[in-house]
T-cell receptor, first 108, second 115 residues
Framework: DAKTTQPPSMDCAEGRAANLPCNHS???????VYWYRQIHSQGPQYIIH???NNETNEMASLIITEDRKSSTLILPHATLRDTAVYYC?????????FGGGTRLMVKP | DTAVSQTPKYLVTQMGNDKSIKCEQN?????MYWYKQDSKKFLKIMFS???????INETVPNRFSPKSPDKAHLNLHINSLELGDSAVYFC??????????????FGEGSRLTVL
């Protein structure tokens, strides 16, 4: 079962930053946090992952709190094509279990 | 070129039938997976193969039998289909089993409907 908690849905205006929170209060010290997204009718797509340092790539930034109990995925300039379900996952036992995720709706 | 491809994309069949879903990856990855996404959109791992060897089998009924003829292919055969098997099945691959070091690449999914 998923051990992360995310809000079920969020809205964001096009061009603004989308900040998606995730609680992973039971994460162990050596477990990574992964973020994926699933656009309607497609397979999940990897976005980013991190252990304890903040990470940035061409898609997003990942901010992990110092106690590692929560993280925030930041899409700096959301576009309509970013509308998707975003999953925050910890990799317990080298298995990725996807919970309900956050349905992000980017609006014009 | 599609990195992870699954066929068929849609499959409608009667209860009790046997069906197969095929998956191929052209990424040169060592590890392949099958995931099941139910109606509530939860995505759960079913199987994982590393270099043709089964490494994860997550409490899946033995009506489901994965087969990996080579490390680029992982097929899923389902016997005696039941209504509860209706779902979207996703194939995925990763460079190796050390998921912590990499990412999963997913196929587009195969929607199975059992009538």
């Amino acid at each position: 079962d998923a051990k992360t908690t995310q809000p079920p849905s969020m809205d964001c205006a096009e061009g603004r930053a989308a900040n998606l929170p995730c609680n992973h209060s039971t994460i162990s010290g050596n477990e990574y946090v992964y973020w994926y997204r699933q656009i309607h009718s497609q397979g999940p797509q990897y976005i980013i992952h991190g252990l304890k340092n903040n990470e940035t790539n061409e898609m997003a930034s990942l901010i992990i709190t110092e106690d590692r109990k929560s993280s925030t995925l930041i899409l700096p300039h959301a576009t309509l094509r970013d509308t998707a379900v975003y999953y925050c996952i910890d990799d317990a036992g080298n298995m990725l279990t996807f919970g309900g995720g956050t349905r992000l709706m980017v609006k014009p | 070129d599609t990195a992870v491809s699954q066929t068929p994309k849609y499959l409608v069949t009667q209860m009790g039938n046997d069906k197969s879903i095929k998956c191929e990856q052209n990424l040169g990855h060592d590890t392949m997976y099958w995931y099941k996404q139910d109606s509530k959109k939860f995505l759960k791992i079913m199987f994982s193969y590393n270099n043709k060897e089964l490494i994860i089998n997550e409490t899946v009924p033995n009506r489901f039998s994965p087969k990996s003829p080579d490390k680029a292919h992982l097929n899923l055969h389902i016997n005696s289909l039941e209504l509860g098997d209706s779902a979207v099945y996703f194939c995925a691959s990763s460079q190796d089993f050390a998921i912590r070091a990499g990412e999963l690449f997913f196929g587009e999914g195969s929607r199975l409907t059992v009538l």
